[in-house]
């Protein structure tokens, strides 16, 4: 498998979701590194296309010989107890079919048809074996998921492992403040999980961006999305009356380097009665969902 180190001006999600637009090639010169190979394969001169910061095509799941390098390092400090605060579930009978599940989950990445806690539990007791981990179990987001079914995935996770799993619950735009608070009683979700696929296109004068940036027109370009089109004030009111965390990946070109997303972070939480634990997931440091 081979990662390239790309500027943070192309990282993308594109890769992993059915979602997003590819990246722009970086201009002559802007590679920040040679591509670096991982556990066997080519490496060195310039990749030959910026779609993607994995190689999915060629994936491997296995356990290299890199990675077991890596792990003995990492185990030389981590503690003894470790809490993950972002492990995603996943079933592709979840999505529309598996044609339109996330490009993470395709055949040809090598992912597992369904990758449930059981899954990510046994994987991470091969990585880490001498770590007690627990975790907080995401559904995977994409715009052609079951909503509602994805989140019952994480929710039946949290049931067979208590005290080790807790479940975040996919909200979307129309997710009322009373939803949550009755998914919340059913599942005993601990956090809700954002994410601007779901946001519903503006109308024509009415665009969320600014300028070129704008999120209306022929194509709705998510990316280009603030944060109040996918994480609403009901979504946060509800986290701030049953002490909720929320996972929120940010878009926008420079992510939490944009002021539009400081500032309405810092809105929603100061207009809360309890600090919201916010995961800050800046998609153009890491991509992921």
Known sequence: MIRYELPEAVMSCAQYCSTCPPPAPPADGQLATPPVTIGGGGGGGAPSTWTAQY????????????????????AEWLPRKVFDAHAHVFDVGL??????????????????????????????????????????????????????????????AAAERPGVAFATMLVTPAHSAADIEAAVAAHGFVGLKCYHCFAEKPEEGNEEGEGEESAAGAEFNTQMLQIEAFLTEAHCAA????GLSVTLHMVLPRALSD???????????EAVSRPISTCCLCVHLLSWC
């Open 239 to 242: 986290a701030d009356k049953l």
């Open 55 to 74: 190689d999915i095509t060629g994936g491997d799941w296995e356990l290299t010989d890199e990675d077991a390098r890596v792990l003995a390092q990492l």
């Open 95 to 156: 999505y529309a079919d598996r044609g339109a599940a996330p490009k993470l989950l395709q055949p040809e990445s090598g992912a597992p048809a369904v990758g449930d806690f059981a899954n990510f539990a046994a994987s991470m007791a091969a990585l880490l074996p001498r770590v007690e981990l627990s975790a907080l179990v995401l559904p995977f987001p994409d715009k052609n998921a079951d909503v509602e079914r994805c989140s019952a995935l994480a929710a039946a």
């Open 259 to 269: 002021e539009r997303n400081t500032r309405t972070i810092r809105r929603y939480c």
